[in-house]
């Protein structure tokens, strides 16, 4: 099983700013495209941005300029900074990774645990 870690979530007003961060266990996988996705109550998870092992971002339109993803292959970390938050960003916040697991000949997605934002005044 692959693990991972997130950290980074809290509490900010409207217009600051958050970085999360997301770490990969039993690194000696190999990880393609990793991810953050966010719930909010009553929503469906929806994607926030995607990147792939060559840095290719994709993004929600309502994030671009705002929020940026980066990643560290060497460390199998993912990040994401946002800033300009607004009360709308509020959700749980899910790190993801698409794994090649050899036993099943496939990529499987892998989920953390999550992380709360609430950005509230």
């Known amino acids: 099983q692959v693990q991972l870690v997130e950290s980074g979530g809290g509490l900010v007003q409207p217009g600051g700013s958050l970085r999360l961060s997301c770490a990969a266990s039993?690194?000696?996988?190999?990880?393609?495209?990793m991810g953050w996705y966010r719930q909010a109550p009553g929503k469906e998870r929806e994607l926030v941005a995607s990147i792939t092992v060559a840095g290719t971002t994709n993004y929600k339109d309502a994030v671009k300029g705002r929020f940026t993803i980066s990643r560290d292959n060497a460390k199998n970390t993912v990040n994401l900074q946002m800033n300009t938050l607004e009360p709308e960003d509020t959700a749980v916040y899910y790190c993801k990774a698409d794994v090649l697991i050899p036993a099943a000949k496939t990529k499987l997605p892998f989920w953390g645990q999550g992380t709360q934002v609430t950005v509230s005044s």
């Open positions: 039993r690194t000696f996988y190999s990880i393609f495209d």
